[in-house]
């Protein structure tokens, strides 16, 4: 029976491990393909430059060119630098290519040399500038003009009056001829012959060719010469029968204003200048210069009427005013300041003074009483003393 188990079981395992297949063994994972190294990025080509445009100047016109030169000139002027001025206007001169502008230049150029004391050159100038302008009569009178001038003041006053004389027939309703006429006044006031002189003056004043603002010149050139003769009174007297202000501009009205003022002032009419000037400055139309200036006249006359706060007030109200340029007087302010700061310490000099004097006083005072108590203390004590020594016999 045992065997017989024994050999059922032998063939049943034996059928079990037939049935069974074997396991196999798991296939060998296959090593990854290697990566293949990713190819080299080939270099970008370069860019080319792409050709800039050459930058070119903006070409300035002939009129900014000269300008330019002829405002450098200017600027030189006001600083003292008159060689540099000179070149400038040499510049401006090339670059003009218009007769006006040359004429300009040339007559500021004129100028600058009699500025320098260079008159016979300015001369030269001038004449070289009247060989060139045959056909201009405008530019030939100003030019000849501009040489009577320069004669009269290098004293050669026949060859201006020559030259002046050929201006005053040129053009009687301009202000070229004008300037020509008041200047052979002033060659004649310069002879002394003041009849001459005034025959000038007063064919500019009264003759209607001329606009109304050139006939004020002639009566203020008129007036001028009767004040520097110390004939006031009839200075004045001329003014207000020439001085109509209804057709002049502003600027014209108030040199009247102050014309007027200044003959006032030297006839000690103080109350009437100020009045001048209180009218002026109720016109319209000032621009800042004339108020400052109105301003600062109106506290001249104060200053010479020794009200000195007023002055100062006026002076502070001219410092104030906007753009006062030229008509504030800058010097005159520290003037009256100086004026006020004196008479401020002469104040307090008299003021401690009198302190000093009425402390002084005070304390005599004091010691007066006190005096008079010590006195009437001793008197006192010596009654007490002597009805005591009575008491006692």
Not at 184 to 208: M, P
Not at 262 to 278: E, M, N, S, V
């Amino acid at each position: 029976m045992k065997k017989f188990t024994a050999l059922f079981l032998l063939s049943v395992g034996t059928a079990v491990l037939t049935a069974a297949p074997a396991k196999t063994a798991a296939p060998a994972k296959t090593a990854a393909p290697a990566k293949t190294a990713a190819p080299a990025k080939t270099a970008a080509p370069a860019k080319t430059a792409v050709p800039q445009k050459p930058v070119v100047p903006e070409k300035k016109q002939p009129f900014e060119l000269w300008m330019t030169a002829q405002s450098q000139a200017l600027e030189c002027i006001e600083k003292k630098q008159y060689d540099e001025a000179l070149k400038f206007f040499d510049q401006a001169e090339k670059e003009a290519n218009r007769g006006t502008w040359k004429n300009y230049t040339l007559y500021e150029k004129a100028n600058l040399l009699v500025k320098m004391g260079r008159s016979s050159e300015a001369l030269d100038l001038l004449r070289a500038k009247v060989s060139r302008d045959r056909n201009t009569s405008y530019h030939r009178a100003r030019t000849a003009l501009m040489r009577g001038n320069i004669l009269t003041d290098t004293g050669k006053y026949d060859e201006a009056a020559e030259e002046l004389k050929s201006v005053a027939r040129f053009n009687m309703n301009n202000w070229v001829a004008a300037d020509a006429l008041l200047a052979l006044g002033r060659i004649s006031e310069l002879k002394n012959d003041f009849a001459g002189a005034s025959k000038y003056y007063r064919e500019v004043a009264g003759d209607e060719k001329f606009l109304p603002g050139i006939r004020s010149r002639g009566v203020e050139a008129e007036v001028r010469m009767l004040e520097k003769r110390k004939e006031f009174s009839q200075a004045l007297a001329f003014l207000d029968a020439n001085g109509a202000i209804d057709q002049l501009p502003t600027d014209r009205v108030l040199d009247l204003a102050f014309l007027r003022s200044d003959l006032q002032i030297a006839l000690k009419d103080l109350p009437g200048a100020r009045a001048t000037l209180d009218k002026a400055m109720a016109l319209p139309g000032k621009t800042g210069p004339w108020h400052a200036a109105l301003l600062t006249r109106m506290a001249k006359i104060s200053c010479l009427q020794k009200r000195y706060q007023e002055s100062q007030n006026l002076m502070r109200r001219a410092r104030a005013v906007r753009g006062h340029a030229w008509g504030y007087d800058r010097e005159f302010h520290k003037q009256i300041d100086r004026i006020i700061a004196q008479q401020n310490r002469e104040r307090a000099i008299r003021e401690r003074k009198v302190r000093l004097e009425r402390e002084r006083k005070a304390k005599l005072e004091r010691q007066r009483k006190a005096r008079q108590e010590r006195e009437r203390r001793a008197r006192l004590e010596r009654e007490r003393k002597a009805k005591k020594n009575t008491e006692k016999k």
